[in-house]
């Protein structure tokens, strides 16, 4: 049917489904998420969104998260640093050695690692930029390096524990400034829950005769509760306040964005799209603020994570080195050929990522209480692996700020949900591979056939 005898019924569906198809990297990511939030949820009977478990979550998967959007810098343009790891170990080892051998002040001691972080990236991206080095290269030799400096640095010996100021600046909770009060949301969930609870069970249900016949596929043991249960109980008024007023901006913002791109006559998603993702986004920041609001208020990883977010997000998206960071991940000669100092670019991105990793490894060692010989190992995978599943191109010029944090969190519901349900080590190795397998055999397909 051609684009003039086609139906006014079947435009619409049409292009959402191209819009989609198109885009389906980034609405992907989403919705594998809170799939595999609701399954865990369900297949851990109602632990996995327990406050205290989130909480655990968050302040596992901080430093991964800050490591995540440095990585996204670099991957975006074209290259990779299989150093993160080792890097943000040892810079950890660092900060525990002046704070606690040397007695410098907790705050000068934090300014010396970030710079000294800052100083090492620059070597790196040195030598990647203006030498023309692989950053493969480079990085598995940083990796090896940095790997021995932690060893050599730490005597072989954990050094600890850090200042209770910094301990409470990275591990602590948000002060809860105007004391707690009782519950008003409980109520409302509660009866939300009893709403949703029979379609959920049947859907269970149904999940488990596709099980019967599909032997592979795990079987959910889950039984809601249907009658109304008290809701008693108290709640950080900070917390919920300041996640009500940072959800209003976010969504103020949203649509502000969308008015100026209308305006202008520039393409934008079909609005429905554009709705339930932003009223997802917003929804599931808002019960993650009101369930941590319920346990002991906004954890500080979560607020340092949500500010950077913010800062990267503003950078990638609204400035013109972010701009010119995707044109050379896109392209590197058409980049130059443009104008675009494209070692500079290349150089900063590395200065960046040590600085972050510097940054990852004091919140890693101040959760831990100490700096260890095997503090670092094995983070870059995680690092990598959230990015790709987060939808960065292997190639560059591809990726997001909120793919990569969201990649991070996939994986860490992922490490959170099997170890509670008890599966060995073993499989959880071979499951973490797979999912980022697929996730980056979905990209090269994708481009094939576009």
């Known amino acids: 049917m051609s684009a003039e005898t086609m139906s006014p019924a079947e435009a619409p569906r049409r292009s959402y489904a191209g819009f989609l198809k198109n885009n389906i990297r980034e609405y992907g990511m989403l919705i594998s998420l809170i799939v595999i939030m609701l399954y865990f949820q369900f297949a851990t009977d109602g632990r996995l969104f327990q406050p205290d478990n989130l909480t655990n979550i968050v302040q596992q998967r901080g430093y991964i998260v800050v490591m ?46 970030l710079v000294f972080g800052g100083m090492v990236g620059a ?45 409470t600046l990275l591990t602590g909770f948000f002060p809860d400034l105007s004391g707690r009060m009782a519950d008003p ?39 809601p509760v249907l009658t109304r249960q008290e809701t008693t109980g108290d709640i950080s008024s900070t917390s919920l306040g300041i996640a009500t007023v940072v959800v209003a901006m976010m969504l103020a913002n949203a649509f502000a964005a969308r008015v100026k791109l209308v305006r202008q006559d520039m393409q934008t998603e079909p609005f429905v799209f554009f709705l339930l993702k932003t009223l997802a ?23 340092i994570m949500g500010l950077l977010i913010a800062l990267y997000s503003f950078v990638t998206t609204r400035t013109t080195v ?8 896109g392209n590197e000669k058409a980049a130059k050929l443009s104008g675009i100092n494209t070692e500079r670019l290349v150089f900063l991105a590395f200065v960046n990522m040590g600085v972050l990793s510097a940054l ?7 959760r831990l209480g100490w700096a260890t010989p095997k503090s670092g190992d094995g983070f870059e995978l995680d690092v990598i692996a959230a990015c790709f599943i987060g939808g960065a191109s292997a190639s560059g010029g591809v990726g997001t700020v909120l793919g990569a944090v969201i990649g991070a969190f996939i994986m860490g519901v992922m490490n959170n949900g099997m170890s ?27 481009k094939k056939k576009g």
């Open 123 to 167: 070597v790196q991206g040195y030598a990647v930029a203006y030498l023309h080095i692989p950053s493969f290269i480079v990085t598995l030799a940083g990796m090896l390096i940095f790997r021995g400096l932690t060893l050599y640095v730490l005597g072989g010996r954990n050094v600890g524990p850090f200042p209770p100021e910094l301990a």
């Open 68 to 113: 995540a959007l440095g990585m996204l810098m670099i991957i975006v343009a074209g290259h990779i640093d299989l150093s993160v790891g080792w890097l943000c170990g040892f810079l950890g080892a660092v900060a525990a050695i002046l704070m606690v051998d040397h007695g410098v002040p907790w705050y000068l001691a934090v300014l010396a690692t």
């Open 281 to 303: 986004i917003a929804g599931m920041l808002f019960y993650l603020a009101y369930l941590f609001a319920t346990y002991r208020g906004l954890p500080n990883v979560f607020v």
């Open 185 to 223: 949301i409980a109520p409302h969930l509660e009866s939300l829950r009893l709403f949703v609870a029979p379609y959920a069970l049947a859907a269970v249900e149904a999940w488990n005769r596709l099980t019967e016949s599909a032997s592979l596929l795990p079987k959910i043991e889950w039984t």
């Open 360 to 366: 990852a490894g004091m919140m890693f060692a101040t």
């Open 322 to 329: 972010g701009r010119r960071v995707y044109a050379l991940g």
């Open 420 to 446: 509670m349900m008890g599966i060995g080590i073993d499989w959880q190795f071979i499951i973490k591979g797979s999912v980022l397998f697929l996730a980056v055999f979905l990209d090269v397909y994708n």
